[in-house]
């Protein structure tokens, strides 16, 4: 009987002590937060004048009350964006239409209104960038300088902030319609070439010297037209209506193994080939993939003759009907995964099968990894989902077809699949 109170005490007493100690060692670092947090506040400017001024706005009888405007962000619309937009382009940041959408042009003009007011650039109009917007202490824009003195010459593989400002000034003057994110890839470089063909100076992509002079100037030219591309640079469209004809032959193929460092990515089988072009782009999205972290690649089909094709059909066929379907079954069956013979994109040798070894492919990290970047390099996502109807095939994360990157910017940008570009371009 009595152990029990014993113990109890004891155990009692270190939890009192415990708490006593705990106080001492805490209380000083609370109170130290405390401290810490006071001054913060304090030094923290108080936003009294910046909300009032968005309040007038919002109360102005002659407007419709927007009760929700203290935030205006993509996908806002209405009369609160209108004045957003009237306002920048007041101030110099906004170039494109006030027609009250708050779209992708309509972020950059605050996110540039933001850095050049030492804002935190995230294109969301709250009340400290509205506050501001509206103040007449608004700066009026003034164009990035030249991102000097060290990149004087940027171009494909370069990355950084220098890139990004490059990317923002060939956005702003509609040259390049992909992602700011400071990586100088394929469109980024189209961008480059398209502003240089139009201003009359040597095309080669890079931007250094008198283009990157050119591009930064205040009286830099906006783009002029969207070019159309020349119908008979379109790629290739091969599918189950254009199929190609029997004795076509690839152009220009190459033993991947030959061409691919196997660091970067492994081929299959020593005989896959591909078209040295699309080779060539491979190996920059590998390694552009291999910069980001992921490796790992497959290359599980290339190029296919029409002999090896016909092959392929026909022995998948012939598991469908050892299966018990009947042979009309059966070739339904099989071509809605493989291409009849003629009418398989791989006869190109512009069409590759990406994998990861004894994996799912769906899903990995590549597959969305290649997803989100392939277009850069110039391939497409050739059977994407929600498009089956149109491509005629289920979806394959897997297969990616080279259209060369003034292509698949342009379907990536519109979510075109190879034959809505194709008939986008020729209908005009
Ligand atoms: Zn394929």
């Known amino acids: 009987m009595r152990k029990k109170p014993t113990v109890f005490t004891y155990v009692l007493c270190a939890a009192l002590v415990g708490c006593v100690i705990g106080v001492f060692i805490l209380a000083p670092k609370t109170v130290e937060a405390y401290r810490g947090y006071v001054t913060e506040r304090d030094a923290t400017p108080t936003p009294t004048a910046l909300t009032a ?15 929700t405007a203290m935030y205006l962000r993509v996908g806002s619309t209405g009369d609160e964006v209108k004045r957003l937009q009237t306002r920048l382009k007041e101030l110099g940041f906004y170039a494109g239409d006030v027609d009250g959408q708050y779209g992708q042009g309509t972020a950059a003009a605050v996110k540039l209104f933001q850095s050049q007011h030492g804002l935190t650039a995230d294109g969301l109009a709250g009340t400290e960038t509205l506050g501001d917007l509206y103040s007449d202490a608004a700066q009026t824009y003034i164009p990035t300088p030249t991102p000097s003195p060290t990149p004087s010459l940027l171009s494909k593989g370069d990355k950084g902030d220098a890139v990004r400002a490059l990317q923002q000034r060939l956005k702003d ?25 139009q201003n009359s100076m040597d095309v080669d992509g890079i931007s250094g010297g008198a283009t990157l002079t050119a591009i930064f100037a205040s009286d830099a030219p906006s783009v002029a037209i969207t070019p159309t591309p020349d119908p008979s640079t379109l790629p290739l469209l091969v599918n189950k209506d254009h199929p190609v004809a029997e004795g ?3 152009q220009d193929l190459v033993v991947l193994r030959n061409v691919l460092p196997a660091s970067l990515v492994y081929v299959k089988g020593s005989d896959i080939q591909g078209n040295r072009e699309a080779a060539a782009a491979l190996q920059e999205m590998f390694e552009a993939a291999k910069a980001d972290g992921i490796t790992g690649w497959q290359i599980s ?7 090896y094709q016909q092959q392929l059909f026909d022995d998948q066929v012939a598991a469908f009907v050892s299966q ?73 994360c897997w297969h990616i077809r080279y259209v060369g990157v003034q292509h698949s910017t342009v379907m990536r940008d519109h979510d075109w699949c190879l034959e809505e570009y194709i008939e986008a371009m020729t209908k005009q």
């Open 53 to 67: 001024s968005v309040l007038q706005v919002t109360e102005d009888p002659n407007n419709t009350p927007a009760p």
């Open 301 to 307: 089909a290339g190029y296919r003759s029409y002999a």
């Open 173 to 197: 003057l509609g040259y390049y319609t992909g992602n700011v994110d400071g990586d100088f890839g394929g469109a980024t470089q189209e961008a480059v070439r398209l502003f240089q063909s």
């Open 248 to 250: 076509y032959q690839a």
């Open 324 to 396: 018990g379907k009947s042979k009309t079954a059966a070739i339904s069956a099989t071509r809605l995964t493989i291409a009849d013979p003629g009418t398989s994109e791989h006869h190109t040798g512009l069409a590759f099968d990406i994998t990861v070894a004894d994996t799912i492919f769906k899903g990995t990290k590549q597959q969305i990894w290649m997803n989100k970047n392939c277009w850069d390099y110039g391939f497409i996502i050739r059977y994407p989902e929600g498009k089956e109807k149109i491509t005629g095939y289920v979806a394959e």
